[in-house]
């Protein structure tokens, strides 16, 4: 994807970045986590890299999971977080127990 403009905004818990493909909201992990990052949205999959502690991460679309537990409640939302990349939504501060992003494809 090239980048022709990108816009910061905001420094609560999420923040939007826009470009010209569309805008990618970022939000924070749930503090003291070091979250796996996963290469499918399941427990099954294998770990690819482990976020450090007070990272944040894109969430580029969503797509139904594994439910798993975590300090946001129990989820089974995954977000993608990269080419083929994704964590478990009851890991990350999005505000709602719902779906913040598209549907992945």
């Known amino acids: 994807m090239t980048v022709e403009r990108v816009e ?11 470009t010209t493909a569309a805008t990618v909201r970022y939000y924070s992990v749930a503090p003291g986590v070091r979250l796996n990052v996963r290469r499918g949205p399941g427990t099954s999959y294998s770990v690819v890299r482990v976020l450090p502690e007070d990272a944040r991460v894109p969430i ?46």
Do not use: H, L, M
């Open 60 to 105: 580029y679309c969503q797509r139904p999971g594994t439910s798993v537990s975590g300090p946001y409640g129990t989820s089974s939302i995954w977000d993608n977080v990269g080419n083929g990349e994704y964590v478990s939504d009851a890991y990350v501060q999005t505000g709602s127990d719902g779906y913040v992003a598209s549907r992945c494809a």
């Open 8 to 18: 910061t905004v905001g420094s609560g818990p999420e923040e939007a970045v826009t």
